[in-house]
């Protein structure tokens, strides 16, 4: 059974899984998705996050693994309908330099790629005057 939808839009993939990722087959066979969509014409991946509430640490790291993936081979990975839940384990864990996070999969499609980057934003100190 296929852990995830695909589709083709324009030059660019949506993936959407259908179970919470948790370091699972579900987690494993989206990696492996994407290695093989990297190693083709495309590295541009949307991850459509509708259908799911929860990712674990391990399901962090893959994404994070997928997203290297993507920028190793010239391309980019966005998260798409991501809510509330989801957002906030990003944010706790200070990823949202990495990930680039849309409300809905059509706004991931059309927005221009920010500049890549590879190392989380400098801390900015208060000088005490």
């Known amino acids: 059974m296929m852990t995830f939808e695909s589709r083709l839009v324009s030059d660019v993939y949506v993936l959407t899984p259908k179970r919470n990722l948790v370091g699972g087959e579900e987690t494993k066979a989206l990696a492996s ?3 093989d969509l990297a190693a083709g014409p495309s590295a541009r991946v949307v991850m459509d996050m509708r ?3 929860w ?3 391990l399901g962090i790291e893959e994404l994070r693994r997928i997203h290297r ?3 190793d081979n010239h391309g980019w990975l966005r998260l798409a309908c991501v809510g509330e839940r989801i ?4 944010l706790t864990m200070r990823l949202d330099w990495v990930f680039d996070t849309f409300d809905t999969v ?3 499609l059309v927005t221009a790629p920010r500049e890549a980057r590879n190392s989380p934003p400098a801390l900015r100190l208060k000088s005490s005057s």
Do not use: G, L, P
Not at 87 to 90: A, S
């Open 69 to 71: 993936t993507c920028s």
């Open 51 to 53: 259908r799911i509430n």
């Open 55 to 57: 990712v674990s640490s």
């Open 33 to 35: 998705a994407v290695a």
């Open 106 to 108: 059509e706004e991931a």
């Open 87 to 90: 957002e906030n384990i990003i």
